[in-house]
């Protein structure tokens, strides 16, 4: 079992940036694959970043690309999204999720309660 807890989400201006945190607690976390996934109200979920144990190897949807970066430090069991220029369709509850194994954009099995990101315009 994995525990995550997010945090960091707040009111930013479009333009600025915030930086999220998921710790995790439980199993050995640096074995695991980490995504952050947003759902904003009346949207499905989406998966934008994800990072493979190693941090070897990441995953961006489009919608973020070049705007958002995951890391992760495992010594901290903490993974991280480094969000830039954020525009006000970037808002929405921010969850971390992790998954056993190197895919990035299949099922994940452990999940935090999320973290609310508002971006004025």
């Known amino acids: 079992q994995v525990q995550l807890h997010e945090s960091g989400g707040e009111l930013v201006q479009a333009g600025g940036s915030l930086r999220l945190s998921c710790a995790a607690s439980g199993r050995a976390f640096s074995n695991y694959a980490v995504g952050w996934f947003r759902q904003a109200p009346g949207k499905e979920r989406e998966l934008v970043a994800a990072?493979?144990?190693?941090?070897?190897?990441?995953y961006y949807s489009d919608s973020v690309k070049g705007r958002f970066t995951i890391s992760r430090d495992n010594a901290r069991n903490t993974v991280y999204l480094q969000m830039n220029n954020l525009m006000p369709e970037d808002m929405a509850v921010y969850y971390c999720a992790a998954k056993p194994g190197v895919a990035l954009t299949t099922t994940y099995d452990y999940w935090g309660q999320g973290t609310q990101v508002t971006v004025s315009s």
């Open positions: 990072i493979t144990w190693s941090g070897g190897r990441t």
